[in-house]
Antibody, heavy 117, light 107 residues
Framework: EVQLVESGGGLVQPGGSLRLSCAAS????????MSWVRQTPGKGLEWLAN????????YYVDSVRGRVTISRDNARNSLYLQMDSLRAEDTAVYHC??????????WGQGTLVTVSS | EIVMTQSPATLSVSPGERATLSCRAS??????LAWYQQKPGQAPRLLIY???TRATGIPARFSASGSGTEFTLTISSLQSEDFAVYYC?????????FGQGTKVEIK
């Protein structure tokens, strides 16, 4: 069974940092592009970043470029998202997802990030 | 970026009835469109990719069609487990973008 389990969310002050993790199991993690997608009641689902199989290609949506870094460790079957200079509008549930040709075939339940003073 | 617009925002349907959901793209996305189902507290689940291909394990009562800018997801006979929010997503053009969702609720 495919499982993606996110962790690392929590309450952080504006300007602060968080590192999210996603533990993958049940599939060949090293052969998939992986993505982070966030979800808010107001803006819905927003793709943030993706990374190719060996980590040599990374892409970011404009709204987070320069403030977040996606990375992976294939030996640990793990995906990461380092988020810096956090803003109130970054408050969301953050999902990791495996992607195939641009769509997302498996998702984690997400981890909640709240940016507030 | 391509804007995806879903309608209606909420669809009230009785169990056993047909539900038809629409998704419109602000410019052509060819057939590079996916549909997802999300229940409260759960992760989104891939239903359809390539505009009309059911993902593994998705029941045949889910069907989808369309290309270019107009797409439709049909649930032929709603079961209790189908009441959820449905999202479309284009992956033809960077960045991938999602619609705002259609909530299918029990009438």
């Amino acid at each position: 069974e495919v499982q993606l389990v996110e962790s690392g969310g929590g309450l952080v002050q504006p300007g602060g940092s968080l590192r999210l993790s996603c533990a993958a199991s049940g599939f060949r993690f090293s052969t998939y592009w992986m993505s982070w997608v966030r979800q808010t009641p107001g803006k819905g689902l927003e793709w943030l970043a993706n990374i190719n199989q060996d980590g040599s290609e990374k892409y970011y949506v404009d709204s987070v470029r320069g403030r977040v870094t996606i990375s992976r460790d294939n030996a640990r079957n793990s995906l990461y998202l380092q988020m810096d200079s956090l803003r109130a509008e970054d408050t969301a549930v953050y999902h990791c997802a495996s992607s195939v040709a641009g769509y997302f075939d498996n998702w984690g339940q997400g981890t909640l990030v709240t940016v507030s003073s | 970026e391509i804007v995806m617009t879903q309608s209606p925002a909420t669809l009230s349907v009785s169990p056993g009835e047909r539900a038809t959901l629409s998704c419109r793209a602000s410019q052509s996305v060819s057939s590079n469109l996916a549909w997802y189902q999300q229940k409260p507290g759960q992760a989104p689940r891939l239903l359809i990719y390539g505009a009309s291909t059911r993902a593994t394990g998705i029941p045949a009562r889910f069907s989808a069609s369309g290309s270019g800018t107009e797409f439709t997801l049909t649930i032929s006979s709603l079961q209790s487990e189908d009441f959820a929010v449905y999202y479309c997503q284009q992956y033809d053009s960077w960045p991938q973008t999602f619609g705002q969702g259609t909530k299918v609720e029990i009438k």
